[in-house]
């Protein structure tokens, strides 16, 4: 038996299958190796050569957020400032939101899910959905933002927003979400690249700390290791969480 969680542009993960040895889960290894999938491992060495033979996959998964937007048209929004502005990669950020107590109603999500920012480009009001990266039980809430060549917004979000801005958000929304429980024993498949990262670490995150039965095993393309977002965390998960989180990376360019 397998269950899936299906987002609104079409990604998903399933869960089903038993996990093997994880590639990057070595102590003390600065680096994530390339990724080999062992020969055993039928379906984690098809999803790497699905993620290699579709170089369109990562753009696709990138822009799933813009996608999102078809269910936002209406709404209010809310004024909240900026936190902190924690850097990712060279082209990617995560935008870490102060969470008032006057919003925290408005603002309670499920991991997987998104919020609408409105941005005024002169008198044209401009709308982006962006993939939530925290957990519930965070003290603020996260997005991470991947800079798109030639966008309106991405590029003044992850260049020029500092602590104390304020940006104009809509509550929480998506369906890229499952139900999570305590006593849940089972094995979650993760697949994604490039920003496509950003509600599976949400999501990855809460079920190793709310599921200490399940494992979540991640398979995650990215074009080089300078552009592996969450690397550092990556490598914090795999320490704390041996033999429950797996991380196996497929890296398209040396």
Known sequence: A?????????TNSSMTGTSRNPMYNAPGEAHPPKYKPTKQDNGIRYAARYLKSLNFISYYLCTSNLLNQQDTMSGDFISIKIKEVR???????????????????K?????????????????????????????PDDPYLAI????????KISPLLCRQLKPGDSLEIMPPEGRFTAEFGQDLKRNIYLIGAGSGITPLMSIARFV?????????????????EAQIIFREEFERMTQKYQNQFFVYHNVSKT
């Open 208 to 224: 190793l700390e709310k599921e200490p039965k399940s494992s979540v095993i991640l398979l995650y393309g990215s074009r080089n």
């Open 87 to 105: 850097k990712e990669t060279e082209d990617a950020v995560s935008i870490l939101f102060e969470h008032p107590d006057e919003h925290k109603e």
């Open 144 to 151: 991470t933002v991947k800079e798109v060549e030639g966008g």
């Open 2 to 10: 397998s269950s899936s969680l299906r987002g609104e542009a079409g």
């Open 107 to 135: 603002l309670q999500y499920k991991p997987g899910q998104y919020i609408t920012i409105k941005w005024m480009d002169g008198a044209k009001e401009l709308r982006r959905s962006y993939s939530i990266s925290s957990v």
